[in-house]
């Protein structure tokens, strides 16, 4: 059993929206910053966007403007808005913890943009 689990992705047109989820379902985010990361075929994976435990978040520069990240302690759940979605925001999209120890790589969360 993965300890993140991903969920919202799905198919969308260019410049719509989608909103992922990553819950820890044994509740053990903890304080450290919690991030989401993406892999698109063949390509390295990258960190977008992170959020710590206060609320405190930066991203990649070539989702900033479009994707928000929140976090929500209580439900041991981070969201991540994507906006003004673009073809090149296709990838497989993961969380995971973004200052370590890293967890186990859970299935993700498959994000397509269409043009």
């Known amino acids: 059993q993965v300890q993140f689990v991903e969920s919202g992705g799905g198919l969308v047109q260019a410049g719509g929206s989608l909103r992922l989820s990553c819950t820890d379902s044994?509740?053990?985010?903890?304080?450290?910053?919690i991030g989401w990361y993406r892999q698109a075929p063949g390509e390295q994976r990258e960190l977008v966007a992170w959020?710590?435990?206060?609320?405190?978040?930066d991203y990649a520069d070539s989702v900033k403007g479009r994707f928000t990240i929140t976090r929500d302690n209580a439900k041991n759940t981070v969201y991540l808005q994507m906006n003004s979605l673009k073809p090149e925001d296709t990838a497989i999209y993961y969380c995971?913890?973004?200052?370590?120890?890293?967890?186990?790589w859970g299935q993700g969360a498959p994000v397509t943009v269409s043009s």
């Open positions: 959020v710590n435990r206060v609320g405190i978040k």
């Open positions: 044994g509740r053990g985010f903890g304080s450290g910053a």
């Open positions: 995971n913890s973004a200052s370590g120890p890293y967890r186990s």
